[in-house]
């Protein structure tokens, strides 16, 4: 499109132009006072489908592409300088040349930072020569955040829930609430026993509150004032579940009964993730898991439709002898599922530390065959790149405690196949909505094909969330943005794929 400069020129332009959407603080003060924070005020209206208030709203440019090549620019400078001309507000820009420069100038813009026209959490260091290739990275390797120093607050640690997922039991603190970054707070992670003790916490010690990534609020430091006043912190010793007694390996605590309730839903569940049983939602495998039929992996393939169907149809439909189209779907997505590769296989297992990347971390270092896997001693997996002591001890104790069901599943069941080899090998694929230029099971076939794999869900370790409605408040896309998942548009996925 031709492109109006403002010096009454025009020039031809074809290609997409990057920004930020913010809210200024004086549009904050005078029109959303009753909103927490310019954040979530544009957000707010980003939301709106009918535009109504995005005059309010600030576009800032930093980047652009021209599509058909034609660069109007030949590096970092000429780009904003050509934004500009363009139209476009655009970020300040300094240029340095030498790492202390960038560290002074960080320094002087916090210091500037609460007297500026709106909020910023930090810089972006770039190369000033523009590489397309890397660019088109969804995580550019060129270019890095520099952030500030986040906003503290001080509170008065009460007490330390422990949160059960599946076999492990994670402290949380619960801290009298303070205000952070607009939103209060009362609950951080405390990560595991040897964090929570290396932070030296105690109940009623004082405790520095910052939030990461302004989202994820994070105990900084304890402060001990009066240490007459304060308590250590129990640590539970039995399974809320089952009653076992707890392990505490320092940096996890877990219930080390493979028959814990809580451990065995949690698998069956992972499972169905990992795998991609579509149809078969968690509520069904919670109710499948009540009732007794499935009590571990192996169970969800001697399911029959006939034993499904009262999950699905009330007594009367079945005295009437009436199908269930639920119970036969979910059947044939169970049937639909049983050749994967071994990372997915082993992943499926829900053991700590084993995902399907660092497993095929371990199919890369050579244990390539479920055998060989069940075989690989703790010094083994703690050569393999990758690997901390840590995880390869948990690795390998937990590839034991499954190893008779693996070999099971893996007897007739299930067929492992060898994950084709790509670009895509490693990377997990969520699509949400419509596509546009195929169907939904096409551009699955497309991530198969390369060697990735697809998932109906957005969990913590999917690779990209594929959208052509990246802005949208649906869950999954908040969930991505909470995990810091790229979201990328169908078109991005198509690049990444060299299609
Ligand atoms: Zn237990």
Redesign the pocket.
């Known amino acids: 499109l031709p492109v109006l400069l403002c010096d009454g020129k025009t020039v031809d332009y074809t290609g997409g132009i990057r920004g930020e959407v913010i809210m200024t603080h004086s549009v904050h003060k005078k029109f959303f006072s009753d909103k927490a924070n310019c954040r979530n005020a544009a957000n707010g209206l980003m939301k709106r489908k009918d535009g109504e208030g995005c005059e309010k709203l600030t576009l800032i440019t930093y980047d652009a592409f021209a599509s058909d090549g034609k660069q109007p620019f030949s590096d970092e400078e000429e780009k904003i300088l050509w934004l500009n001309r363009c139209g476009f507000t655009v970020v300040p820009l300094k240029i340095c040349t030498a790492p202390q420069e960038v560290i002074d100038y960080r320094a002087s813009v916090m210091d500037i930072r609460k007297t500026l026209e709106y909020d910023i959490d930090g810089l972006v260091v770039k190369e000033r020569t523009i590489r397309y290739e890397d660019a088109a990275r969804a995580r550019p390797d060129r270019q890095i955040a520099f952030k500030f120093s986040l906003e503290e607050a001080v509170s008065v640690l009460r007490k330390v829930e422990w949160s059960i997922n599946g ?1 492990t039991y994670t402290p949380v603190a619960v801290f009298d609430e303070v205000l952070l970054n607009g939103t209060t707070v009362q609950r951080a992670s405390l990560a595991n026993p040897d964090t929570m003790r290396a932070l030296g916490v105690k109940i009623g010690c004082k405790v520095v509150v910052v939030k990461r990534g302004e989202i994820i609020p994070k105990i900084e430091t304890a402060i001990h004032e009066n240490s007459g006043t304060e308590s250590e912190i129990p640590v539970p010793e039995k ?6 007694a ?1 392990s505490d390996e320092g940096s996890r605590l877990f ?1 080390p ?1 493979k028959n ?4 065995i839903l949690h698998q069956l569940l992972k499972w169905v993730n990992v795998v991609d049983i579509r149809d078969l939602g968690e509520s069904l495998v919670e109710a499948l898991f009540k009732s007794g039929r499935v009590r571990c992996i192996s169970d969800f393939y001697t399911l029959t439709t006939a034993e499904l169907t009262p999950f699905f149809l009330n007594e009367e439909s079945i005295a009437a002898e009436k199908k269930s189209l639920g119970a036969e779907k979910v059947i044939k997505s169970i049937k639909s599922r049983v050749n994967m590769s071994l990372s997915v296989f082993v992943a499926g297992f829900d053991i700590e530390g084993i995902g399907e990347s660092s497993c095929e971390k371990l199919v890369a270092a050579g244990y390539d065959t479920l055998d060989k896997l069940l075989s690989m001693t703790e010094e083994q997996a703690a050569a393999v790149y990758g690997f901390a002591d840590i995880m390869a001890h948990i690795a390998v104790e937990g590839l034991k405690e499954n190893a008779e069901e693996m070999k099971s599943l893996a007897s007739g069941t299930i067929t492992i196949i060898a994950a084709a080899e790509g670009l895509f090998s490693g990377k997990t694929f969520c699509f949400t909505g419509e596509l546009v230029s195929m169907k939904r099971a096409d551009a699955e076939q497309i991530v198969r094909s390369l060697g990735g794999s697809c998932k109906s869900s957005v969990t913590k370790d999917l690779s990209y969330l594929v959208t052509n409605d990246t802005e949208s408040g649906s869950s999954k896309n908040k969930k991505a943005a909470q995990f810091g998942i790229p979201v990328i548009t169908e078109k991005e996925f198509l690049s990444l794929a060299g299609k």
Do not use: D
């Open positions: 076999g399974c809320e579940v089952c009653g076992s707890l219930c009964n814990c309730g809580k451990r």
